[in-house]
């Protein structure tokens, strides 16, 4: 796994695990600065790079569906499989015929020193990245484009923005990052300490689910996507591949329940590739499953009634 250093391709960083046995998140380099004169809401002006696999990229397809910007703003899928060069392009992607992602970043900054991830949401007049953090990707496409599409559905709304923010930071660092943290540990101790603190939370997230339909009562918000994005991968990948064995999701009653009813939204399914995930993890991570053996199962099934309805 490799990285970009002054604009340049580094096939190995050894970045994944610190010292400590511990993965270490890198925050994300661009950042948006969306609407005005900079990055007006336009049709035909901005791309979309993304992994299917990626629970950060999932994100941005998911908002994209739900906010009906799938004429205004293309996207490119990359190959599952991620190398040592980094993301590649089946073939070539269409703005520039590049093979790899991280020509997009050379692209956008000569000097581009970081990580190449996706997503990627590239703007085609400046020829630039606007933004390469989900977190604020979604945040763009909840309202940047309303009055292009009439879409004026909220997954941010203002009277429920502080407990919104309350459950995402407990989500992200304990759940959404929780699973790479055993997945990507390289010392016992840090393993087992990711490890309880991912099921703590998600005990956590189970109880709360008892009685709301909803991470924030009953009505689905940003929040939920987030979550989704982790809980639908997880009895197929994290279980095995990243070691988060205590239990699967379909062991538990309300986040089982809770997962189907966001799968079973108008239009999440076709957000969802399996194939790809499980393409992806278990065939790129090398230091994790050097066989590259992509395991057959599991057997899942999220269009199973989901029983959550009666809860108010
Ligand atoms: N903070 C970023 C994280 C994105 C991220 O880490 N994406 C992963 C794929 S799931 C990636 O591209 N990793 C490649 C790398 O770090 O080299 C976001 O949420 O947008």
Known sequence: MGMMIDGRWEGDDGKWASKDGKFHRAPSKFHCQFGGEGFPAEPDRYHLY????????????????LKG?????PVTVVDPHMLSRGWQFSEPEPLYGFNHAH??????????????TVPILWDKRRETIVCNESA???????????????????????DLRDQIDEINAFVYPNINNGVYKCGFATAQNAYEAAFDNLFSALDSVEERLT????LVGNR?????W???????????????????????IADMPNLSGYLRDLYQQPGIAETVNFSHIKEHYYFSHESINP?????????????APHNRTFII
Request: glycine residues 4%; positive net charge.
């Open 226 to 248: 987030r979550l989704f994005t982790t809980l639908i991968r997880f009895d197929a990948v994290y279980v095995g591949h990243f070691k988060c064995n205590r239990n699967r």
């Open 69 to 73: 910007l799938e004429d205004i703003i």
């Open 220 to 224: 689905i918000t940003e929040a939920d």
């Open 136 to 158: 604020e990707i979604i945040r763009i496409f909840n309202v940047a484009f309303n009055d292009l599409t009439g879409n004026r559905d909220d997954y941010y709304p203002a």
């Open 50 to 65: 993304v992994s299917m696999a990626c629970p950060w990229a999932h994100r941005t397809l998911i908002f994209r569906k």
């Open 103 to 116: 020509q997009l970043y050379a692209k956008a900054d000569s000097q581009y020193t970081g990580r190449v």
């Open 291 to 303: 066989t590259r053996i992509v395991p057959k199962g599991p057997v899942l099934d999220f269009d």
């Open 211 to 214: 009685a709301q339909r909803y």
